[in-house]
Antibody, heavy 118, light 111 residues
Framework: QVQLQESGPGLVKPSETLSLTCTVS????????WSWIRQPPGKGLEWIGY???????KYNPSLKSRVTISEDTSKNHFSLKLTSVTAADTAVYYC????????????WGQGALVTVSS | QSVLTQPPSASGTPGQRVTISCSGS????????VNWYQQLPGAAPKLLIY???HRPSGVPDRFSGSKSGTSAALTISGLQSEDEADYYC????????????FGTGTKVTVL
């Protein structure tokens, strides 16, 4: 069974960089599309971006200037960096798997709450 | 702001049929397939319907999806108490170099 687990600091100061890692088990990240999705408290879902196993990435236009998604195939995990964070970036961050770039997300992590506050 | 519009809420009594709409445009719901996710309270979203009307293994057949033009719909036939959740439509959007768009979400309440 494919499992994804987000990890990283739960508290980040304004203007700093949010960093999260998604560790995958039960599947190799050297295949599929791996995405980050976030959900502010009480609000809807927002796709952040994906990385494909060959290293190619695509990001949500609204976040593109601040986002970097990278992968480490040796550790079977991929990571998210979001720079210059503000309180508006406070959210539960999910990682998820898609079989193609436009395909649905069939496996999700449980989510990690990241709060931006001084 | 989401380019896929859903009603904020829907409700019904057990056994009733509930339909949730998802309104998009030529660059998303008309050009690409629509997926639906169910998010139970405090949980991660779960894929409910993919490619407009297909159900993943394990999803009860009371959930069905449809699409016509720029709109899609999710129908719950025979509403059950465990269906109380948030529901999101989603589709790839071909504009702005492409991105995955989620709907605004609909809270379904079982009365």
């Amino acid at each position: 069974q494919v499992q994804l687990q987000e990890s990283g600091p739960g508290l980040v100061k304004p203007s700093e960089t949010l960093s999260l890692t998604c560790t995958v088990s039960g599947a190799s990240i050297s295949n599929f599309f791996w995405s980050w999705i976030r959900q502010p408290p009480g609000k809807g879902l927002e796709w952040i971006g994906y990385i494909y196993y060959n290293g190619s990435t695509k990001y949500n236009p609204s976040l593109k200037s601040r986002v970097t998604i990278s992968e480490d195939t040796s550790k079977n995990h991929f990571s998210l960096k979001l720079t210059s964070v503000t309180a508006a970036d406070t959210a539960v961050y999910y990682c998820a798997r898609g079989t193609d770039y436009a395909d649905p997300f069939d496996f999700w992590g449980q989510g990690a709450l990241v709060t931006v506050s001084s | 702001q989401s380019v896929l519009t859903q009603p904020p809420s829907a409700s019904g009594t057990p056994g009733q049929r509930v339909t949730i709409s998802c309104s998009g445009s030529r660059s998303n719901t008309k050009s690409n397939t629509v997926n639906w996710y169910q998010q139970l309270p405090g949980a991660a979203p779960k894929l409910l319907i993919y490619s407009n009307y297909h159900r993943p293994s394990g999803v009860p057949d009371r959930f069905s999806g449809s699409k016509s033009g720029t709109s899609a719909a999710l129908t719950i036939s025979g509403l059950q108490s465990e269906d109380e959740a948030d529901y999101y439509c989603a589709a790839w959007d071909d504009s702005l170099d492409g991105y995955y768009a989620f709907g605004t979400g609909t809270k379904v309440t079982v009365l």
